[in-house]
């Protein structure tokens, strides 16, 4: 696959202001779980960069977590299909659950994990995304937490891919529309 050169991506959100909403999130969550605990599951490989951030910003006492599915094999477009690569590590029956991901675009994903993890009972789970593509998403739930509601553009950076390559990219840019 060719891609256009990292220049050619248009800036969208600054490191500096990820950073600044990732601690407004971080607040909100201190405040609605003051005095409970919590388990903190990261959807590997995208969310991997938000969550070490957020969790930073959380003072409630928490364990983390991590599983992967994947939907998109590197490509630009989702393949319909999700795929359980790896699960939790422990159980979540009667705990205080967030859900981390770095973005919602179609809401497949969302949708599958929502409805994959309620089954294990959990005492609450909440849904925390950093993107969320509102126009294209078809979600059955609601989204307790997000970062920045973005336009239909495929971004790289700050933990996003394309085909593998970019997650290390502090910030978050589009890729040109002619692409
Ligand atoms: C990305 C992202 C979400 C999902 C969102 O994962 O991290 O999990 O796609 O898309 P959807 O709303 O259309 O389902 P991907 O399968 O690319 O794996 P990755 O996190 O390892 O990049």
């Known amino acids: 696959m060719t891609h256009p050169p990292i220049e050619a991506f248009e800036p969208m959100l600054?490191?500096?202001t990820?950073?600044?909403?990732?601690?407004?999130?971080?607040?909100?969550?201190?405040?609605?779980?003051?005095?409970q605990e919590l388990i903190v599951v990261g959807v590997l490989?995208?969310?991997?960069?938000?969550?070490s951030d957020l969790i930073r910003c959380i003072d409630v006492p928490l364990r983390c977590d991590f599983l992967r599915v994947s939907s998109y094999e590197g490509g630009l477009k989702s393949t319909g299909v999700v795929r359980w690569e790896f699960d939790l590590t422990q159980?979540?029956?009667d705990q205080n659950v967030i859900l981390v991901e770095d973005i919602v675009d179609t809401g497949l994903t969302a949708n599958f994990l929502y409805?994959?993890?309620?089954?294990?009972?959990?005492?609450?789970?909440?849904?925390?995304?950093?993107?969320?593509?509102?126009?294209?998403?078809?979600?059955?739930?609601?989204?307790?937490?997000i970062g920045f509601t973005i336009p239909n553009r495929f971004v790289i950076g700050y933990g996003l891919d394309l085909d593998g390559k970019y997650r290390n990219l502090?910030?978050?840019a589009a890729l040109p529309v002619e692409s």
């Not at 993890?117 to 739930?141: D, G, M, Q, V």
């Open 45 to 51: 490989k995208g969310a991997a960069l938000f969550m």
């Open 170 to 172: 502090p910030h978050i």
């Open 115 to 145: 409805e994959s993890l309620l089954l294990r009972r959990p005492r609450s789970l909440k849904f925390c995304t950093l993107l969320h593509k509102e126009a294209n998403t078809r979600i059955n739930f609601d989204l307790d937490y």
């Open 14 to 16: 600054s490191s500096a």
């Open 91 to 93: 159980t979540i029956e």
């Open 18 to 35: 990820i950073a600044e909403r990732v601690a407004e999130l971080g607040a909100q969550i201190n405040r609605e779980f003051q005095g």
